[in-house]
């Protein structure tokens, strides 16, 4: 949406926060919890860890402050906007005996009107591929908690002008440059930021504030830093043809060399900000009375995921992680017509094994059409 | 619902009481328990003796002297559900760290006279000696697995204990992962999930009381871990405690210094890892 753009001083960001606040948002943005920025609630500027870079490597997380007076020094940590849109463990119902029948009673909470704030290109362009995964636009089979969550829920994004040495984002075509879903993206400047509504949601929001507009030259210089980053991102997957060069290299003996190094903890699957595994569980009480139907995160790393007509299908970890590469980088596309990752590179930096994604397609480039010795 | 109320025995074999004690410590669920089934030999609540049979058989601890090995068959002869419950039962237990050396040593090394001890070489677990037909995993075992254990065997289904990573868990609280964000290594990725990521959650490395996850990769941490640069002994430590005789645990370590064995397990030891 082209239109007006505007300057929020640094000094005036908290009364966005209350403003939002005040209209009825959960507000939740970046804050440092437990050695980690992470999403959580934000009631004040104060809590944003301003000047604080995250170093991240394969298996390593680290966080330096640097003496710079950027508040977005960092990028996202381990928790993605997954937690809040689908929580890790959600109770559907119960259900009692009643007499001859049952009762049921739908126990899934209304979910909170949530305003995120500080979030970046490749959160929401997460969160655009988990629209496709939950959301039917025919309205048929839509997750119900998920649907509801992302109705109500505002996104304030902040585009990227550094990044992690694990961000692949260019790369993959969704940042650092915020495509998807924000309601108002913000740009940092020393001591201001140009806001950018994106929809009427967030051109409300910023209404009420009279901003000042910003100018043509700081947007573009704004911009520019943006734009750097994107160019001098490291990182990168090649996806020419990854869809098919995945899919005829099924037997390719990396798999079997990945699989020494996976433990299949599932950790990468978790911080996955587009993994959407799930399974449930049923709860009995002891007299056989009531029960309970959770929902709960699961992973493809989970042996047991994979329980179907008795037995486990995909028994070794070479199999595992070959559905969990073969899902996010092939079928995906097959699936919902776009790739699975978007390069935030969690899965990166939180796999105990340092075993990186990006590493693990170059190989099976690499390597095209070997197969592994027929026994 | 059966009419007949199901009857339940509580066994011990080499272990400290403690996963028993858990079953006491349901609180809340006790007097449900005491209403749906029939208690039939539990030395921890009643003086029964032991007579009839069982339609569960709890049984804690490992095998550790030639008389249990008796004990086990006949209880197995009794039951037609047998359950064992905790890191003793299902993996030998912390005394099963006298697989790795010889028992002789530490008997003289413990007792003023050995000669009137009699037991075996080897602490296994109870699989090792009869069928069981579901283990709890644990050191102590959840209490939440033993009430679901019962209300699903009530209730006629499967119970619902997962058998995947700590990780999962630790994850679906939204923990921040010790060995990435610090280096404090942390057996969560190849352990099964149970205990409520207690320790994670207070920030020390998970030591593995649950046992090795369901088809885990117990190597790919250990040189994960190496290349980190964890000390040989930090990992040999880890390894070694409740469940260093499950399989998986057992080959992944070089067996341990006899001076850090004798540091973690002697009477009064520090218990350090
Ligand atoms: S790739 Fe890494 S994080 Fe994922 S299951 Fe394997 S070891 Fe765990
Ligand atoms: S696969 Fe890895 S890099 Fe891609 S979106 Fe998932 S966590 Fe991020
Ligand atoms: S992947 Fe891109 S959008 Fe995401 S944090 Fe890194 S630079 Fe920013
Ligand atoms: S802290 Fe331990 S249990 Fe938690 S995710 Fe990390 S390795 Fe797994």
Not at chain 1, 328 to 357: E, H, L, M, N
């Amino acid at each position: 949406m082209a239109g007006t753009v505007y300057v929020l001083p640094k000094e005036r960001f908290q009364e966005l926060l209350d403003r939002l606040k005040a209209d009825g948002y959960q507000v939740v943005g970046p804050v440092l919890r437990d050695g980690a920025i992470v999403y959580d609630d934000l009631h004040s500027v104060d809590q944003i860890p301003r000047g604080w870079v995250d170093q991240q490597e394969p298996g390593r997380y680290q966080l330096v402050h640097d003496r710079s007076q950027r508040w977005f020094t960092f990028t996202p940590g381990p928790l993605s906007l997954k937690r809040f849109l689908f929580p890790p463990s959600l109770s559907l119902f119960r259900v009692r005996r009643n007499g001859d029948g049952v009762q049921l009673q739908v126990t899934m909470p209304e979910p909170p009107r949530y305003a995120f704030v500080g979030v970046r290109a490749c959160d929401l362009a997460a969160v655009a591929v988990q629209d496709r995964v939950y959301i039917d636009r025919q309205g048929l089979f839509s997750d119900g908690y998920y649907a509801a969550a992302r109705r109500k829920a505002l996104f304030i994004a902040v585009e990227c002008q550094s990044y992690a040495a694990t961000c692949f984002c260019s790369s993959m075509g969704t940042g650092p440059e915020v495509n998807h879903t924000a309601d108002v993206v913000l740009l940092e400047l020393e001591d201001r930021f140009v806001a950018q509504p994106r929809s009427e949601r967030g051109a409300a929001v910023l209404t009420p504030l009279a901003l000042e507009q910003a100018t043509d030259e700081e947007l573009q210089r704004a911009k520019h830093y943006v734009r750097q980053a994107a160019a001098d991102m490291e990182r990168q997957v090649d996806l020419t043809d990854i869809r098919d060069l995945l899919l005829r290299n099924l037997e390719n003996p990396r798999w079997d060399q990945v699989a020494t190094r996976c433990i299949a903890c599932a950790n990468c699957t978790m911080v996955c900000p587009t993994c959407f595994c799930f399974s449930f569980q049923e709860v009995t009480d002891l007299t056989g009375n009531e029960a309970e139907r959770r929902r709960v995160v699961d992973s493809c790393f989970n042996p047991e995921f994979s329980y179907a007509f008795g037995v486990e299908v995909r028994q070794s970890v070479a199999s595992r992680y070959r559905q969990w590469l073969t899902h996010k980088f092939a079928t995906w596309y097959d699936q919902f017509g776009v790739s699975g990752c978007v390069g935030c590179g969690r899965c990166i930096t939180w796999c105990p094994a340092g075993i990186d994604v990006t590493e693990e397609l170059s190989a099976i480039r690499a390597s095209d059409g070997s197969r592994k010795e027929q026994l | 619902m059966a009419t007949k109320k199901p009857r339940i025995g509580v066994f011990k074999f080499a272990s400290c009481d403690g996963c028993q004690l858990s079953l006491l410590d349901c609180e809340d669920e006790l007097l449900a328990i005491a209403d749906a089934v029939e208690i039939g030999y539990f030395l921890e609540a009643t003086r029964k003796p032991l007579t009839g049979e069982f339609d569960i058989a709890l049984v804690e601890g490992s095998i550790s002297t030639p008389e249990q090995i008796e004990q086990i068959h006949d209880i197995r002869n009794r039951s037609r559900m047998l359950v064992t419950i905790g890191a003793c039962a299902t993996a030998g237990g912390i005394q099963a760290l006298r697989n790795f050396a010889d028992v002789r040593e530490f008997l003289s090394a413990v007792y003023a006279s050995p000669e009137y001890i009699d037991t075996l070489k080897t602490s296994t677990p109870i699989a090792d000696h009869v069928r069981v037909d579901f283990e709890l995993r644990g050191c102590p075992v959840s209490k939440h697995h033993l009430v679901e254990l019962i209300s699903a065997t009530l209730a006629g289904r499967r119970p619902n204990i997962p058998r995947h990573s700590v990780c999962i868990d630790c994850k679906r609280l939204g923990l921040t992962c010790l060995p990435v964000a610090y280096g404090i290594p942390c057996l969560g990725p190849i352990t099964q999930s149970g205990c409520g990521v207690i320790c994670p959650s207070y920030h020390r490395g998970c030591y593995g009381c649950f046992g090795p996850a369901h088809r885990t990769n117990v190597q790919g941490l250990v040189r994960a871990y190496q290349s980190a640069g964890v000390p040989e002994e930090t990992l040999d430590l880890l390894l070694h405690t409740f469940n260093a005789w499950a399989p998986g645990f057992r080959e992944s370590t070089r067996s341990v210094p006899e001076e850090l064995l004798s540091r973690s397990t002697g009477p009064g030891g520090s218990g350090e890892r």
